[in-house]
T-cell receptor
């Protein structure tokens, strides 16, 4: 199993450009998450999905959109990138149920200039 | 508001010694779960240990153990026989449910340095 993978690993955008981050998991997990991590901060939840075709807002959803067309993939989109979106983005997945932990991807470092 | 506080931004320990990382949380929920995650320089978040709030017994995973004090809302991590590979950022996290929606809140992390 590859676990949770993220594409790309690094990206530099200019203000106003758009891009999509891809998260893929091969563990047949129902739940998937997108977080951002900023210096001196813990992870903050952007959006999450509890199943194919469903998404929900997290703590900091503004400026981002997501889609979960396939169970194994969770896409995070930035329509018009801003310098405030410079961050490291982590995807995670989890079995449905209370007793399980989230499995994290390796992260994507995004810089918006 | 649900919050997780890690009061030690940085800690250091000598190799083979024991270190304790502190975490407190604020909640009005009765059903929740607590986690410690490790983030090495590679950035990958790795689960270290988890604790179900309804269990009184403290969780243990090899050299890692927790001191869970539910009434005090405290969840500290003890690392015994510290190894160089334990050097990382450690994050405390708290999972709870509100209106059927899951919430996972992370603390700001503690940077652990292990000195040879």
């Amino acid at each position: 199993n590859a676990g949770v993978t993220q594409t790309p690993k690094f990206r530099v955008l200019k203000t106003g450009q758009s891009m999509t981050l891809l998260c893929a998991q091969d563990m047949n997990h129902e739940y998937m998450y997108w977080y951002r991590q900023d210096p001196g901060m813990g992870l903050r939840l952007i959006h999450y999905s509890v199943g194919e075709g469903t998404t929900a807002k997290g703590e900091v959803p503004d400026g981002y959109n997501v889609s979960r067309l396939k169970k194994q993939n969770f896409l995070l989109g930035l329509e018009s990138a801003a310098p405030s979106q410079t961050s490291v983005y982590f995807c995670a997945s989890m079995w449905a149920g209370k007793i399980y932990e989230q499995y994290f991807g390796p992260g994507t470092r995004l810089t918006v200039t | 508001a649900q919050t997780v506080t890690q009061s030690q931004p940085e800690m250091s320990v000598q190799e083979a010694e024991t270190v304790t990382l502190s975490c407190t949380y604020d909640t009005s929920e009765s059903d929740y779960y607590l986690f410690w995650y490790k983030q090495p320089p590679s950035r990958q978040m790795i689960l270290v240990i988890r604790q179900e709030a309804y269990k009184q017994q403290n969780a243990t995973e090899n050299r890692f153990s927790v001191n869970f004090q539910k009434a005090a809302k405290s969840f500290s991590l003890k690392i015994s026989d510290s190894q160089l590979g334990d050097a990382a950022m450690y994050f405390c996290a708290y999972r709870f449910w509100v209106g059927g929606s899951e919430k996972l809140v992370f603390g700001k992390g503690t940077k652990l340095t292990v000195n040879p």
